[in-house]
């Protein structure tokens, strides 16, 4: 294997046509630089230099190694510019998680910001539910994940995650033009205990989230139809198939077709989080990243409420972080 440093070396002798003035460049002794050719020549297996008394000049096999090692040297300068934006968050690649009501204006926005500011990092994106999310950084699969906690059904959080919370996202409920209450301010859980649900969760812990709640509320929902697809879900409330659950991040603009009326029920507040590896996993660009989501978290109007952010540590299951929006752990 050829050394890098010995490359080096005979790079500066051929641009010098001089041993002395080659060492002179590098900083290094005469004696130096003659013992680092005559390993890199017992390396290569082949005579790379011929003396003379006013210097010295390559052999055909001596221009041909330093053809490969400006090749070689420039390929290490890259790497090590690139390994400095890394660093700087200013370079690099970006695994970024988002679940799907944050992808309609949380993720978006924030990315958009991002990459105006910093172009040269690839962001990739990926759809991706809670559970799924906060495993995947664990793993380090992803460098950053929005990830979002209901009272009703706690977030279990690795103890190499950490999380930077972002917003507390009060759930609505979407009722359809003509329902009777759709004239209410304000709805409880139970004005609804009669009505038929659309529910926007598929599959996942989360799917717990409202049959939880109105038990505690006191009764059994009756879920026509589950989907994770909101355009669904609102076209079903619309035609009248139901109500269902709307959280604040898709508030930007009501649907055609449907009402929607804030919900008197805590258990139904979530926080949305952004999920890093801990300590020193974490990217840099991940920190800048996440303070593009704080910035537009507080720009989302009168339904999201930012929250500060604690003291950035480590959070572990048995832990339990306060925001204004109940419990975190």
Same mark, same amino acid.
């Given at each position: 294997?050829?050394? @890098?440093? &010995? ?20 900083? #290094? ?6 013992? =680092? ?33 400006? +090749?070689?040297? /420039? ?21 970024? !998680?988002?679940?799907?009501? /944050? ?11 991002? =990459?105006?500011? @910093?172009?040269? @990092?690839? @962001? ?7 559970? %799924? ?16 906690? #209901?009272?009703? +059904? ?13 917003? +507390? ?16 301010? &304000? ?13 926007? +969760? ?10 939880? $709640?109105?038990?505690?509320?006191? #009764? ?19 035609? !009248? ?32 989080? $952004?999920?890093?590896?801990?300590? %020193? ?17 507080? !720009? ?30």
């Amino acid at each position: 294997m050829l050394d @890098v440093t &010995r490359l080096r070396v005979l790079r500066e002798v051929a641009r010098h046509g001089s041993l002395t003035r080659a060492a002179e460049a590098l900083s #290094f002794t005469i004696s130096a630089v003659s013992q =680092q050719i005559a390993v890199l020549e017992r390396e290569a297996g082949a005579q790379l230099l011929v003396r003379h008394a006013r210097g010295a000049r390559l052999t055909e096999a001596g221009r041909v190694l330093v053809r490969h090692a400006e +090749v070689v040297l /420039a390929e290490l300068r890259a790497a090590e510019t690139s390994l400095a934006a890394v660093a700087h968050g200013s370079g690099g690649r970006l695994r970024l !998680g988002s679940f799907t009501t /944050a992808n309609a204006t949380l993720m978006p926005r924030a990315v958009s910001a991002f =990459q105006q500011r @910093v172009p040269d @990092v690839e @962001v990739d994106l990926t759809e991706i539910d809670r559970d %799924e999310a906060m495993a995947a950084v664990a793993m380090y699969e992803l460098d950053l994940a929005l990830v979002y906690e #209901f009272p009703v +059904v706690p977030l279990e959080v690795p103890a190499n995650v950490e999380l930077s919370p972002l917003l +507390v996202d009060p759930l609505h409920v979407a009722l359809p033009l003509d329902h009777p209450l759709a004239d209410r301010e &304000r709805l409880r859980l139970t004005d609804l205990a009669e009505d038929r649900w659309i529910q926007g +969760v598929h599959h996942g812990s989360t799917i717990d989230v409202l049959p939880r $709640a109105c038990r505690k509320a006191g #009764f059994e929902p009756r879920i026509a139809f589950r989907t994770d697809d909101q355009m669904t879900v609102r076209g079903l409330v619309a035609a !009248g198939l139901g109500v269902a659950l709307a959280p604040s991040l898709t508030l930007s603009a009501t649907p055609s077709g449907l009402v929607v009326r804030p919900l008197s029920e805590p258990s139904l507040t979530r926080t949305v989080a $952004a999920a890093t590896p801990a300590g %020193e996993y974490r990217l840099p660009s991940s920190s800048a990243m996440i303070e593009h989501l704080r910035r537009v978290a507080a !720009g989302l109007g009168p339904h999201c409420l930012p929250v500060a952010e604690p003291e950035r540590h480590a959070l572990r299951p048995d832990r339990r972080l306060e925001t204004s929006g109940g419990t975190y752990v």
